[in-house]
């Protein structure tokens, strides 16, 4: 066998009687499981994949795996006397750095190993629906970047030991160039920038981790951390060199051994500068990320005809660039599979295509956006917003869609929700959404001698905390008999005084409060049961989480025969309530303006799709509003957010979440690590 691997596998050998070793990996494993719940939860209802979460659990702790399981095995050598007989033998230096750099990177990769089969395990117990969506391949990319990552951790933390005599001091050294430096430095450059991460970017690090698991290879990326890598191992090699040398004679000597280890890390430096220079990036369409379309996305582009420009303003050397190139590759590929839209793709760089940044700057692009262009109609997406793919979707169905009415107005003076206010209890957020979609909000009072405007899409309130006069009432009734769309969230039966309105309209509010439904937090229900109506078909699967929801049943007004027939239509139920309906009046009597039907939504809460839930809670909230905005609207743009499978999905309540984050963190670590102490303690009894 060689020197290097024997010296692996004796470094294997000695780290496997050590209890620092077990510790080690179990506390590993404990902080993956955290961290992996952790992000899990926060990606649930998101384009993700479960490759994709547990890949970024896994890279910030490997450093600090690196640190523990390298911090001896020069360290102990040198405590113990050992270093000067292996330095008597006659095998290279390089070898006996490399066998035990191979010895951590095993320990490592086992470790890694361990995680996923664990992670995967306790998926598939807890999360049979995520786990069915999961696939092996989807995992490649992820562990290529951990690959890479892991090994020059262990580079570094291997060439570090070789500095220091007391483990522990190797160790902390090691998690302070690994962990310290590089992540405090980084949050200084953005403490202290006015852009703040646009100007910077993503951590390159965890930046690294997500393009890898999105599919974007990148050769500079590869270089640098392989160069980096062997550039350690090579300083490390020469400090071993410099334990032969002792006295006055050889202070040249060692000066020299420094000097070229400098020179080795230069030597790195210029050569991952280069390698970016030439960089070279790979789109390959497998993994999880940003380049995820969603089903949504796919229907408007297989339904749109013509040829649609893209065009993206945006220098190559931006933070933002390669994410943007690859979403907007990714939609070309969709749009060519689709057989659709065609679609043309063009790439500006401010700083060398003067002439296309010009003419764009001439009809007003003149920031980092895409636009988008069919025809004559255009619609510009400013990349400080993000280019996700709902953002995507709504400029494309700008486009395509034909002028409809576009205004919701929103009313006021009852203490609703409003849609201007960026607190945790307006409804900002989904009104920047709806905005995005073509509409226009306003406030209407319904007290005045107000006439509801003809361009109005629909009326919306927003959870009523005092009544609704007489006046707005019978405003409202007139208003629906001419073929009114009007949409209510409402928290008590009687609903701001619109409990005789709406049961008119088939609708009555029933005082039941469901007590035994699934929830997350305790107070809330998770609601997934949907019907067939075109509001909620397409979030099958998902869920809706509403805050102590209304109940509602059909009253004596809805049936009938032709034009005054009135349509009871569940939409979300839970043990057999009905949380939400849907009623419509003359839908036989087509779409024509002159007998346009009349359409109510009425939810049993009026927090859901507030700026705090939507924030704090991964669930088809945002979906579910904008599709009854959708068919109020007429405009037949409903949305899965991505879902059939395409969106990370786990159907576990709160009970089932704490169950899981107790088995990830907890369980199954100390079980692993009492086996591996217990393997350490037999083997030292038997010695």
Not at 113 to 139: C, E, K, M, T, Y
Not at 431 to 456: H, M, Q, W
Not at 480 to 494: A, C, F, N, T, W
Not at 672 to 684: A, K
Request: proline residues 3%; hydrophobic residues 50%; aromatic residues 8%.
């Amino acid at each position: 066998m060689s020197p290097f691997g024997v010296t692996m596998r004796r470094t294997v050998g000695f780290a496997r009687n050590f209890p620092s070793t077990a510790l080690a990996i179990g506390g590993f494993l404990a902080a993956v499981g955290v961290m992996f719940v952790f992000n899990l939860r926060a990606a649930e209802g998101r384009l993700l994949s479960l490759a994709s979460v547990w890949t970024a659990s896994v890279a910030p702790v490997l450093p600090l795996l690196a640190a523990v399981l390298s911090m001896d095995v020069w360290s102990d050598e040198r405590l113990s006397g050992r270093v000067e007989l292996l330095l008597t033998a006659a095998v290279p230096e390089r070898d006996l750095m490399t066998g035990k750099f191979l010895g951590v990177c095993v320990m490592m990769a086992v470790s890694v190993v361990a995680s996923l089969v664990a992670a995967l395990s306790l998926v598939h117990h807890n999360a049979p629906v995520a786990f069915a969506a999961a696939r092996f391949i989807d995992f490649l990319p992820g562990m290529m970047a951990l690959c890479l990552q892991g090994a020059l951790w262990c580079a570094v933390s291997v060439a570090v030991s070789a500095f220091f005599r007391h483990a522990a001091v190797a160790a902390v050294v090691s998690c302070v160039l690994l962990v310290v430096l590089p992540r405090g430095l980084w949050a200084m450059f953005m403490e202290c920038a006015p852009q703040g991460r646009t100007a910077f970017g993503e951590m390159p690090l965890d930046a690294h981790v997500t393009a890898f698991s999105s599919g974007t290879f990148s050769s500079g990326t590869v270089v640098a951390y392989v160069a980096f890598a062997i550039a350690a191992l090579f300083v490390g090699t020469k400090r071993i060199e410099t334990l032969r040398l002792v006295g006055r004679r050889a202070a040249g000597a060692r000066f020299m051994s420094f000097a070229v280890m400098i020179l080795a890390m230069v030597f790195a430096v210029v050569l991952t500068a280069l390698a970016y220079r030439l960089d070279f990036v790979a789109d390959i369409p497998f993994g999880s990320g940003d380049g995820r379309i969603s089903q949504r996305t796919r229907n408007i582009i297989a339904e749109s005809q013509g040829t649609m420009t893209v065009t993206c303003l945006l220098p190559r050397n931006d933070s933002r660039f390669r994410s943007v190139a690859h979403t907007l590759r990714s939609l070309r590929r969709e749009a060519e599979a689709q057989g659709g839209v065609e679609m043309s793709l063009r790439f500006v760089d401010p700083r060398w295509d003067f002439s296309a940044a010009q003419r764009l700057a001439r009809i007003g692009i003149d920031k980092p956006s895409v636009a988008f262009e069919l025809g004559r109609r255009r619609t510009v997406l400013a990349l400080e917003d993000g280019l996700t793919d709902r953002n995507i979707a709504s400029a494309m169905l700008r486009l395509v869609t034909p002028p409809h009415r576009n205004s919701i107005y929103w009313t006021s003076g009852h203490g609703e929700a409003s849609f201007d206010s960026y607190g945790a209890f307006g409804m900002s957020d989904i009104a920047r959404e709806l905005s995005r979609d073509g509409f226009k909000n306003f406030t209407i009072d319904l007290t005045g001698d107000v006439v509801i405007p003809a361009d109005c899409a629909l009326i919306v309130i927003a959870g009523c905390r005092e009544d609704l006069s007489r006046v707005e009432s019978e405003r409202l009734g007139s208003y629906l008999k001419q073929g009114g769309r009007l949409l209510v969230m409402m928290d008590s039966p009687e609903g701001g005084g619109l409990a005789s309105l709406l049961s008119a309209w088939g609708i009555r509010a029933s005082s039941t409060r469901l007590v035994s439904a699934k929830t997350l937090s305790g107070g809330d229900v998770v609601a997934s049961d949907f019907s067939n109506h075109v509001v909620v078909a397409p979030l099958k699967g998902t869920q809706v989480v509403l805050e102590h929801p209304l109940t509602f049943v059909q009253s004596s007004a809805a049936g009938g025969t032709g034009a005054d027939r009135i349509e009871f239509s569940p939409l979300v139920m839970s043990s057999e309530h009905c949380l939400a309906v849907a009623t419509e009046r003359g839908g036989a009597t087509g779409e024509d303006l002159a007998l346009r039907p009349t359409r109510i939504v009425v939810i049993g809460d009026s927090f859901f799709a507030m700026n705090g839930p939507l924030a704090s809670r991964a669930n088809a909230n945002k979906d579910f509003f904008l599709n009854c905005v959708a068919y109020l609207a007429g405009t037949g743009a409903m949305t899965g957010g991505g879902f059939e499978g395409e969106v990370l999905l786990t159907g576990m309540d709160r009970r089932a979440w704490t169950s899981f984050a107790v088995q990830s963190g907890l369980v199954v670590p100390g079980v692993l690590f009492l086996i591996m102490f217990g393997y350490v303690v037999s083997r030292r009894r038997r010695s």
